[in-house]
Nanobody, 123 residues
Framework: QVQLVESGGGLVQAGGSLRLACAAS????????MGWFRQAPGKERAFVAV????????YYANSVKGRFNISRDNAKNMVYLQMNSLKPEDTAVYYC????????????????WGQGTQVTVAS
């Protein structure tokens, strides 16, 4: 299995940027597609972005397309989420997750989850 730890959350003004990082340890990182999800208060956890094992396939939720960028560094066992032009509606706890399959957007495919990092966007 793999262990995931997110970092990089915080408080930012609307229009600002944050870069989230997720460090993986355990099984070989490169066998996993890596996804980012988020959960706002009172809402279900929702897909944000996913990157395939070799980085060749990427999907974004429509709500973040053009503003967020997912990337990975298999040599460092890291996945990143660069978030630009942040909006108050981006406020949520952000989770990274690992899936042994291809890049998928459905939450139930993901077997391993980090503890989450809070992102708060002030208006």
């Amino acid at each position: 299995q793999v262990q995931l730890v997110e970092s990089g959350g915080g408080l930012v003004q609307a229009g600002g940027s944050l870069r989230l990082a997720c460090a993986a340890s355990g099984r070989t990182f490169s066998i996993y597609a890596m996804g980012w999800f988020r959960q706002a208060p009172g809402k279900e956890r929702a897909f944000v972005a996913v990157i395939s094992r070799n980085g060749g396939t990427i999907y974004y939720a429509n709500s973040v397309k053009g503003r967020f960028n997912i990337s990975r560094d298999n040599a460092k066992n890291m996945v990143y989420l660069q978030m630009n032009s942040l909006k108050p509606e981006d406020t949520a706890v952000y989770y990274c997750a690992a899936d042994e399959g291809p890049a998928r957007t459905t939450i139930y495919h993901y077997d391993y989850w980090g503890q989450g990092t809070q992102v708060t966007v002030a208006s």
